[in-house]
């Protein structure tokens, strides 16, 4: 049986440093002076006495985590985290229930966006701070995850890219140390943000939802202090600046880190992920707005580009905003953001899916297949760039699509037997298992997931979680063979 007990003491350690992480909505709320300050204190007094308390039970136990301890220590962090940090929404909305909040929670730091609450252009500000801040933490959380944890344990998509795949993260390690890797990412990270909320309050948004933004757009997580979402500001400047940040959280911040390290733009360019990316946002932004126009959506092409590129860049890097209704577009139109939603964003970025890499390793493989068809004897190995992928990576990916796939189809046909309709079941699961946010029809853009059952709401917590954590790593804990000796 698997020791839990120095799992719970790293857990214990994360969640009294999680406690930290409070301070900020407590500093919001005597700025903005919303009377809320005793319940987030509340919330992380309660915080820091659970991890001082796991922490302190089980110091005897401490130990270096190995393997198959690190895959309950994710999970478990994301799942405890989630739960605690619902403290101060049921102190402040003493009518919502620990579902509906641990839905919000789950949502924000799993940067889904998915949203249970209205109302959200009164919500006191410590409130909306906070739903941001579990964005932005969970975003950072999310790229440590990626870049430093996951290949570590043998699972995720940088384990491709870092092996197989050349370009910038293959050439320049970030840094020996998973420590220092962190605190690099962590500066790119808040630079970013930084920058972002400059130029969203340059372009007319107040310094409070400048930074909120901020936090949402670079964690891809999609949280808006407006119940209409970026819909509310109508500004074409705005959508643009979000475009721009949301387009950089959705590549490697290993490349990132790369191409500030050498200060060159080229390394962006020599990584074929990131082109790819670029590419597809670009051609079916431009592709999609044509598309609206001929079909007579809106009335003239600029405006058409506006919003078809707003909208498609959002969902297809998993962020989730939104500026129209876009469950009232043509139907192909709304199907298609939700497909780039799969498979858009890079290994190693915040967003969600199955990941670029793994779209390219497939993409090849598949035309292997159909080449092998036509010349069975012919030497064709697999090659991504310039790298040659061997056959247990392509075997890997493969593994991992099938399981999202399958994933994607159980919980449709459940979500179908407890009673929602078949157009919002599946593409709520897409969103919440790809963290892009809203759906379609009872759950699209206009609309929220509060119309969703106890159950239904739960099940899609956990299928945010699923996507979150790259599905294996996540599925592997029910198997029996994980828990024996």
């Known amino acids: 049986m698997l020791d839990l007990f120095p799992v719970l003491n790293v857990l214990g350690r994360l969640l009294a440093f999680f406690s930290l992480t409070y301070l900020i909505p407590i500093a919001g709320s005597l ?220 590549l490697n911040f290993a490349t990132h880190f790369a191409a500030l390290h050498g200060r060159s733009l080229k390394t962006f360019w020599r990584d074929i992920e990131a082109r790819a990316v670029v590419a597809v946002l670009a051609v079916s932004s431009l592709a999609t707005g044509l598309y609206l126009w001929w079909m007579g959506t809106y009335a003239d092409f600029p405006t058409a580009l506006r919003h078809a590129s707003f909208n498609l860049v959002s969902m297809a890097t998993d962020c989730g905003y939104a500026s129209q209704d876009f469950n009232q577009w043509p139907v192909f139109t709304p199907l298609l953001m939700l497909f780039l939603s799969c498979v858009t964003v890079s290994s190693g970025s915040t967003g969600g899916g199955i990941k670029m890499v793994r779209t390219l390793a497939l993409a090849v493989q598949a035309r292997r297949e159909l080449s092998r068809l036509l010349h069975p004897a012919m030497v064709n190995p697999v090659k991504v760039g310039d790298a040659v992928l061997p056959g247990n990576i392509i075997i890997a990916v493969l593994g991992f699509v099938f399981l999202y796939f399958m994933s994607i189809v159980v919980a449709s046909l459940v979500l179908v037997v407890s009673g929602l309709d078949f157009t919002s079941a599946f593409s709520g699961v897409i969103a919440c298992i790809n963290n892009a946010g809203p759906g379609l029809d009872q759950v699209g853009p206009a609309t929220n997931y509060a119309v969703l059952t106890d159950f239904q709401t739960w099940l899609l917590a956990f299928v945010m979680l699923l996507g979150r954590l790259e599905v294996l790593s996540l599925l592997v804990l029910f198997t029996p063979d994980f828990w024996r000796p």
């Open 31 to 250: 700025v903005f002076g919303d009377g809320l300050v005793a319940d987030f204190v509340d919330a992380m007094v309660a915080t820091a006495g659970l991890g001082g308390l796991l922490c302190l039970s089980t110091r005897h136990h401490y130990r270096e985590l190995r393997a198959r301890d690190g895959f309950v220590l994710v999970a478990a962090s994301w799942t405890l985290m989630a739960a605690i940090a619902t403290t101060p929404l049921l102190l402040v909305y003493p009518a919502m229930s620990f579902t509906d909040a641990f839905f919000e929670t789950m949502s924000g730091l799993s940067t889904t966006g998915a949203t249970v609450m209205t109302g959200l252009d009164s919500a006191p500000p410590s409130i909306n701070l906070w739903r941001h801040e579990l964005n932005w933490l969970g975003g950072m959380g999310i790229i440590v995850l990626a870049l430093a944890v996951l290949p570590m344990l043998g699972v995720g998509g940088m384990q491709l890219y870092k092996a197989e795949v050349p370009g910038p993260m293959k050439n320049a390690k970030l840094t020996a140390r998973i420590s220092d890797t962190a605190k690099a990412l962590w500066l790119i990270y808040l630079g970013y943000t930084a920058a972002c909320a400059l130029a969203l309050h340059l372009a007319g948004m107040s310094w409070f939802d400048a930074v909120c933004h901020a936090f949402s757009a670079l964690s891809l997580g999609g949280f808006s202090t407006r119940d209409s979402s970026i819909g509310a500001f109508d500004d074409p400047v705005i959508e643009g600046i979000l475009i721009v940040f949301m387009t950089l959280a959705a």
